[in-house]
């Protein structure tokens, strides 16, 4: 398509993304205040009965985002409405949303003078392979790349292990971080890379000690498969991407963040093979949950700290998901607290403050998640890290991603720091 000089370029590339999103013509997202025990669970039933998609859940003093498809919309708001459960129109039509969002991220990137990093940027599975690789070349001494294996669809799942004695000291601990196993959840990626190159390429003084005395594996993208469909397909997808017809013909992949082998289907899932929270047929049936594992397997004795990476809510959250707190619950809250505290110190105005806690108090019961996982078989810090949504939810601006590598970096610095004391004290 031709663009003619004198057209804004946002109209201009606005009109070349018309129709991307088709699929989510017509679609809504509201607000609704959940104020009461029987306002989220109204919700709860609603979500399941209207195939709700739940953006973010409700607390007290923080409204509950959900779309909902064309067909449930009227019904979603009258039964509302009938219950005296408040809720305003957040977007009106999720399609165009997204346009314009293509349209602000495509102009954001024209703008920038130089070839943006791809912790700079919302990179592609090959963006972000390319970028492993070359540093894993470039610092042979440090850095080992390792391919876990092959996703679903035939993706190679890699991961850098970075340390300057090359994993053979058992009296360092090990930080194991990974993202975006979610695929909507965009801005975990960059927050991934970006840890390597502050470990890497840009190791600051005040940040030899996190390099010497702690070894990492960092993992950019557990969930290849559904990254690159959001990318190419659907912008809200969030599972994989397997196929068992024999299972369900028509939809694909699981909530992998549901998949783990801990109280697997219990809470929090939905038995609809379709749902966003459906577990799969059994636990580890996803490769990609299998590979995640399998580093956990691999190094038990040594990984101290766990922290699964997620878009959105500014939320620091710990086990179990049935609401009981794991033993060393002190410790955790206090590692958690010290990393939302050091994250919150930078945050923009406009973020929320970070809250620390157990996921199923603060938010809602869950099974099968990773964070359950790693803590139920001895890792003794296990967290889930929801990064800020600055009220847009997914479609978190550019503008932001280098505030949000920046920023997040300080809290698994501090959390990193406080972990080797913890493990100090274990060995
Ligand atoms: C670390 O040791 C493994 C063998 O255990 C070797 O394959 C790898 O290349 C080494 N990595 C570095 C960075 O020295
Ligand atoms: C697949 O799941 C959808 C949604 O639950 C359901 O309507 C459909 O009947 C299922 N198909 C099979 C073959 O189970
Ligand atoms: C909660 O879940 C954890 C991990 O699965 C389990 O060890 C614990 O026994 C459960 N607690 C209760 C009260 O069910």
């Given at each position: 398509m031709v663009c003619l000089v004198l057209v804004a370029v946002a109209a201009c590339l606005g009109a070349a993304f018309a129709g991307r999103h088709d699929i989510y013509s017509g679609y809504s997202v509201h607000h609704v205040s959940v104020q009461t025990a029987e306002h989220s669970a109204l919700l709860h039933s609603l979500e399941e009965s209207l195939s709700l998609d739940v953006w973010q859940h409700g607390a007290p003093d923080r409204a509950a985002v959900v779309m909902v498809a064309p067909q449930h919309r009227r019904r979603l708001l009258r039964t509302l409405d009938d219950h005296d459960v408040p809720h305003t129109t957040h977007r009106a039509d999720v399609a165009k949303m997204l346009e314009e969002y293509d349209a602000r991220l495509a102009a954001w990137r024209s703008s920038r003078s130089s070839r943006l990093a791809p912790f700079d940027d919302f990179p592609r599975?090959?963006?972000?392979?390319?970028?492993?690789?070359?540093?894993?070349?470039?610092?042979?001494?440090?850095?080992?790349?390792v391919n876990a294996g092959p996703s679903w669809e035939?993706?190679?799942?890699?991961?850098?292990?970075?340390?300057?004695?090359?994993?053979?000291d058992a009296s360092k601990p090990i930080y194991f971080l990974d993202?975006?196993?979610?695929?909507?959840?965009?801005?975990?990626?960059?927050?991934?890379?970006?840890?390597?190159?502050?470990?890497?390429?840009?190791?600051?003084a005040q940040d030899w000690d996190l390099l010497n005395d702690v070894d990492w594996i960092i993992l950019p993208i557990v969930n290849p498969d559904g990254y690159e469909y959001t990318h190419t397909n659907e912008r809200l997808w969030?599972?994989?991407?397997?196929?068992?017809?024999?299972?369900?013909?028509?939809?694909?992949?699981?909530?992998?963040?549901?998949?783990?082998?801990?109280?697997?289907?219990?809470?929090?899932?939905?038995?609809?093979?379709?749902?966003?929270?459906?577990?799969?047929?059994?636990?580890f049936s996803e490769p990609e949950?299998?590979?995640?594992?399998?580093?956990?397997?691999?190094?038990?004795?040594?990984?101290q700290i766990y922290l699964n990476i997620h878009s959105h809510g500014n939320w620091v959250l710990y086990g179990f998901g049935n609401a009981s707190i794991p033993d060393n619950g002190v410790q955790l809250f206090h590692v958690g607290a010290a990393m939302g505290a050091a994250i919150d110190a930078r945050k923009l105005p406009i973020a929320l403050f970070y809250r620390v806690g157990n996921s199923a108090i603060l938010l809602y019961p869950t099974s099968g998640s990773a964070q359950d996982y790693a803590q139920s078989i001895g890792i003794p810090l296990s967290y889930t890290l929801e990064l800020p949504g600055y009220g847009v939810q997914f479609e978190v601006p550019p503008e932001y991603i280098?505030?949000?590598?920046?920023?997040?970096?300080?809290?698994?610095?501090?959390?990193?720091?406080?972990?080797r004391s913890y493990y100090q004290a274990r060995v």
């Open positions: 599975y090959n963006d972000v392979d390319e970028y492993l690789e070359r540093i894993a070349l470039q610092y042979p001494d440090l850095v080992t790349l035939g993706r190679d799942i890699k991961y850098l292990k970075i340390s300057t004695t090359n994993f053979t993202a975006t196993i979610h695929a909507r959840e965009w801005v975990t990626t960059p927050v991934a890379l970006y840890s390597i190159h502050r470990l890497v390429e840009d190791l600051r969030r599972r994989t991407r397997s196929y068992r017809p024999d299972v369900n013909a028509t939809c694909y992949g699981v909530d992998a963040n549901r998949n783990f082998d801990v109280a697997f289907n219990t809470v929090g899932v939905s038995s609809n093979h379709c749902d966003q929270t459906y577990p799969g047929t059994e636990a949950t299998r590979y995640v594992r399998d580093i956990m397997l691999e190094h038990l004795e040594r990984i280098n505030q949000i590598n920046s920023e997040t970096w300080e809290g698994i610095a501090a959390s990193a720091r406080l972990a």
